[in-house]
């Protein structure tokens, strides 16, 4: 953003100290900045805004407790909260069943509440990380 403000300067400021004829080179400088930053812009995907880019940002910024699961009820994805809230890392939750995160006979309950309509105020028990306690969940629809 500097180039072409000093091209500007210095071929505007010789022709009349020195009474030369200077060719504008300001057009040229400006040019060529365009073309460097239409290059990184380019080469860096700084303004790429993808389906898949904004699903990550929705995703991660969430508070709520969020896990994608495969049709196989294996997780794909936990959320920076849910992470968090059981202390578990990604590595440790990913390709993993659904249910183990479940405690004892919580998860025949998730289960039989699906077949039903939708639930509210269900109290879920979490395991985490830590066996010393259990998280109480209400989910809400």
Known sequence: MLLPAVVGIATEGVSPATDVRVPEFTIIASLFEVIIIAYGI???NIFSLTPAVAADDI??????????????????????????LLQYGEPELIGQPLKSIFAEGEWEKVQRSRNVEPCTNQETIFVTKNP???INFYNSR
């Open 42 to 44: 380019y080469r860096y």
């Open 132 to 134: 010393c306690f259990s």
């Open 59 to 84: 995703v991660s910024a969430m508070s709520n407790v969020l896990f994608l699961v495969q049709e196989d009820e294996s997780i794909s994805l936990a959320n920076h909260s849910a992470l968090t």
